[in-house]
């Protein structure tokens, strides 16, 4: 799997938040917009203010006070396509698919809207559309890596429009290692902080990121990991439940048939 | 008039039981189960007991029945049990067979005639 | 007790003795009719060879019943509530254990899986046994339906740890629930010493026989009762 499988390369310190990359993805993938959301102005310039089932990547502003002043770090959001998907696991009806190299896909026609996947992402990434609360019926919604281009040898529709050549799809080991080229230029320029974020989290993420802070500054979780909680809901509560519930069965079959030949009815009152 | 005590655990019987016997201007009183039915019995006298079977447990009415039958005190006070338990006069080989000094027997859901009439009987 | 009963005896013989009133056999049936479709659809998220039913638009279907049907499994307590609540509190009582519970506990493998009558104390008009599934469905249905609630008209507001953890003691009860009912269905169905539960739930009257055996602090009253057990235990011994 690690020789086949591909990343999306997010460099950051070109990065010029222009959001051609939020309006291609909404192009390709049939999105809505402002008819959808409805955002207002409140005093950033980041718009949609968060991910949602209509909304698959978008840049997030992070103010930034360095030794040079006030500075915006430009994150890139969306799935992070990891490399041990907790939401793949969690899902129940396998509409979340890790695909041999390693592009995490939806079939909406399978969810059912249950919504574990929302419960184990260590980004959030997952959003439900909930169309009714009362009937709960619901639909995930998230990058795919533009499922149907990249299926067909095309590279994602954000990778495709950004004009400030800061996206690159290929090859992970290749994306490694030109991300790592690029960190090693930028800390001779003297950004020392600058690291590539995603080599090896999460089984390793399938975006990775040049950052030239932390990823802290960022809003990126330094150390994400694969919840402890949905392991333990997914290794030990289902399997032990299934044991418990199988083996109570069988054990009343058994005392079934043991009891008939120790206890008689016409010696019952 | 006749003081008459009813003993029995469901208060709806008791509020039925009541409205009954007060409107022929009976004096009613009430205990809710055995024990405090012999304290009650003991202290006020009643000319006549109404005598639910079944309480807190199923045969609970007669050994209240066989304790006032022991009592010297209680024991020429008329009885009528009342029970909704299906039962058989005739002995066979079934489960309890219980005894009780001679009562008179009510079958629940009472008919308010037959209690009057039965109550009319037993205070002579 | 035989020369007065000939003296002066009216001979007291019980045959049926009411033990559930109608509105309580109702819920016990619209109980178990709610609780089995509960089960199996929510099994489909559970259980992976079902994984087609849980899918788009089926698992839409098993979302709607298991919707509707919890409608019913959450009134159906309440209902009895306001119905009957004399009766309901003296339930929630019945099912409160007692030191004598232990014996039950002790005598349990011996009585129900050896046949070994005499060495059960006795019981009162719910067994420990019984006690068990009491509070353990009285347990279950509280969790289910305050996690139930919470996934339902929380689904896409409530942060995503608190619902995890709904969804997690939603299964957890839904395991502890089935293991009690595939027990109580058993004892229910299959047990030769149970049989009268099965006629009191349905028709509301258990044999007098039964009772005097099986629930004998209800029938002769605690004093009597144990008086009947020890001299039984007493016949047993001497005969050894």
């Known amino acids: 799997m690690v020789m086949l499988r591909k990343a999306m390369l997010i460099d950051e310190s070109r990065c010029t938040a222009c959001r051609g990359c939020q309006v291609a993805c909404k192009q390709w993938n049939d999105l809505e917009g402002w008819g959808y959301s409805h955002t207002k102005n409140t005093g950033s310039y980041e718009n949609p203010p968060r991910l949602s089932p209509q909304t698959w990547t978008r840049i997030k502003f992070n103010e930034y006070e360095g030794s040079e002043g006030f500075r915006w770090l430009f994150l890139k959001e969306g799935c992070m396509h990891c490399g041990d998907p907790a939401c793949v696991h969690s899902c129940p009806t396998a509409a979340l698919k890790q695909n041999p190299d390693g592009r995490i896909t939806l079939e ?87 690291n590539l974020y995603g080599e090896n989290l999460v089984g390793g993420l399938g975006r990775l990121y040049v950052l030239i802070e932390k990823p802290q500054a960022y809003g990126l979780p330094a150390y994400p990991k694969y919840p402890y909680f949905a392991t333990l809901w997914q290794n030990l509560v289902h399997p032990l439940g299934k044991v418990a519930m199988g083996g109570t069965l069988l054990g009343v079959l058994a005392a079934w048939i043991i009891i008939r030949r120790n206890i008689k009815m016409e010696d019952v009152e | 008039m006749a003081k008459i005590l009813v003993v029995d655990d469901d208060r709806d019987f008791i509020k039925i039981t009541r409205m009954i016997l007060q409107s022929q201007h009976y004096e009613v009183i009430t205990a809710a189960n055995g024990e405090e039915g012999l304290e009650v019995m ?53 489960p309890s067979d219980e005894y009780v000094p001679d009562s008179a027997w009510l079958h629940k859901p009472i008919d308010p005639d037959k209690l009057l009439e039965q109550v009319k009987k037993a205070l002579g | 007790m035989n020369e007065q009963a000939q003296a002066t005896g009216h001979i007291f013989q019980i045959r049926w003795i009411p033990k559930y009133t109608f509105v ?18 929510g099994l489909v998220l ?18 709607l019943v298991h919707r509707l049907t919890a409608i019913l499994f959450v009134g159906e307590p309440v209902i009895y509530g306001i119905l009957q609540p004399r009766r309901l509190w003296m339930h929630i009582k019945e099912f409160s254990f007692e030191r004598d519970d232990l014996g039950w506990m002790k005598s349990a493998f011996g009585y129900y899986v050896l046949g070994r009558h005499t060495d059960m104390p006795p019981q009162g008009r719910f067994n420990t046994g019984e006690k068990i599934n009491g509070m353990v469905m009285i347990l279950t249905w509280a969790l289910f339906v305050g996690t139930g609630l919470v996934m339902w008209f929380g689904k896409g507001l409530v942060p995503a740890d608190i619902f995890r953890l709904m969804v997690m003691v939603h299964d957890l009860t839904m395991i502890a629930a089935v293991c009690m009912f595939i027990v109580h269905l058993y004892l229910a169905l299959a047990h030769p010493l149970m049989w009268a539960a099965l006629v009191s739930m349905r028709f509301g009257y258990t044999s007098a026989s039964y009772a005097a ?28």
């Open chain 1, 108 to 194: 909406p026609d399978l969810c059912n809207g249950c919504g574990y996947c929302t419960q184990f992402c260590p980004f959030d990434v997952p959003k439900l559309e909930v169309s009714s609360l009362l009937t709960g019926r619901a639909k995930v919604s998230k990058c795919n890596f533009c499922q149907d281009r990249t299926d067909n040898s095309l590279i994602p529709a954000c990778v495709k429009t950004c004009p400030a050549g800061a996206l690159f799809w290929g090859d992970r080991d290749k994306m490694i290692a030109a991300g790592k080229k690029r960190i090693e230029a930028l800390q001779a320029r003297g950004f020392r902080q600058a």
């Open chain 3, 46 to 63: 559970y259980l992976d060879f079902l994984k087609p039913l849980a899918q788009g638009e089926a698992g839409e279907w098993m979302r």
């Open chain 3, 213 to 240: 055996e099986h629930h004998a602090k209800w029938y002769y009253g605690p004093k009597r009762a144990q008086e009947l057990y020890e001299a039984k235990k007493k016949a047993a011994s001497s005969k050894h």
């Open chain 3, 24 to 41: 309580e056999r109702l819920l016990h049936w619209v109980h178990t009719a709610s609780f089995v479709p509960l089960v199996a659809t």
């Open chain 2, 42 to 94: 003991r202290r006020e006298k009643p000319d006549l007991v109404i005598l639910d079977v079944m309480m807190s447990y199923i045969l609970e009415g007669l050994d209240t029945r066989r304790q006032m039958a022991a009592d010297p005190n209680l024991k020429n006070i008329p009885v009528i049990m009342s029970t909704s338990l299906t039962g058989e006069r005739v002995q066979r080989n079934l």
